[in-house]
């Protein structure tokens, strides 16, 4: 059964850039699924962030597309999250996600991580 | 960009019936996927594809999707029902997923 766990700091500074990574077991991310981030700030809704195809091609929520990169890293099975120029707004729960489609009106996320909270503070 | 409306909260009794609206221009011609989030727990799919199940879902989860709203219904309501419900789109139009703003379900 798949496991998602992110891991990366829980606070970072204004204008800093924002680095988390998402380790995946019991699955690999070259075969053939789509990886990628969904937010929750305190209280709040959920927000696509971008996902990534099986051969690492990224694809970005236009309203965010300008500031963020999402990569893999076969090697160690794992895939990264880095959001720049953060603000206080950034601050959010960060989840990993999975999704068997993607483009697609049947995408949906089957797999979520635990979710890292990311405070954005002085 | 595709705008998803659920209502802010929604209470049942134990035993009842609770209906979660989510409403978009046009909705039905899109699949729509739920979503539920129990305190401190990420969120889990309930319902995909509008009205399709996960393994290991209760079938009292089911789901509907005609014009302009989709909605999920949960029968035979239990305690352990009690979670934030999302709804969730693809918008091919802006190549965004989309979703609802969230209804908090309370069990009386």
């Known amino acids: 059964q798949v496991q998602l766990q992110e891991s990366g700091p829980g606070l970072v500074k204004p204008s800093e850039t924002l680095s988390l990574s998402c380790a995946v077991t019991g699955f690999s991310i070259d075969a053939g699924y789509y990886w990628g981030w969904v937010r929750q700030p305190p209280g709040g809704g959920l927000q696509w962030i971008g996902s990534?195809?099986?051969?690492?091609?990224?694809y970005y929520s236009p309203s965010l597309k300008s500031r963020v990169t999402i990569s893999k890293d076969t090697s160690k099975n794992h895939f990264s999250l880095k959001v720049n120029s953060v603000t206080p707004a950034d601050t959010a729960m960060y989840y990993c996600?999975?999704?068997?489609?993607?483009?697609?009106?049947?995408?949906?996320?089957?797999?979520w991580g635990q979710g890292t909270l990311v405070s954005v503070s002085s | 960009s595709y705008v998803l409306t659920q209502p802010p909260s929604v209470s049942v009794a134990p035993g009842q019936t609770a209906t979660i609206r989510c409403g978009g221009n046009?909705?039905?011609?899109?699949?729509v996927h739920w979503y539920q989030q129990k305190p401190g727990q990420a969120p889990v799919v309930v319902v995909y594809d509008d009205g399709a199940r996960p393994s290991g879902i209760p079938e009292r989860f089911s789901g509907s999707n005609s014009g302009n709203t989709a909605t999920l219904t949960i029968s035979t309501v239990e305690a352990g029902d009690e979670a934030d419900y999302f709804c969730?789109?693809?918008?091919?139009?802006?190549?965004?997923?989309?979703f609802g703003g969230g209804t908090r379900l309370t069990v009386l």
């Open positions: 969730q789109v693809w918008d091919g139009s802006s190549d965004d997923i989309v």
């Open positions: 990534m195809f099986p051969d690492g091609s990224p």
């Open positions: 996600v999975r999704s068997a489609t993607f483009l697609t009106d049947g995408c949906y996320f089957d797999s």
């Open positions: 046009n909705v039905d011609s899109k699949s």
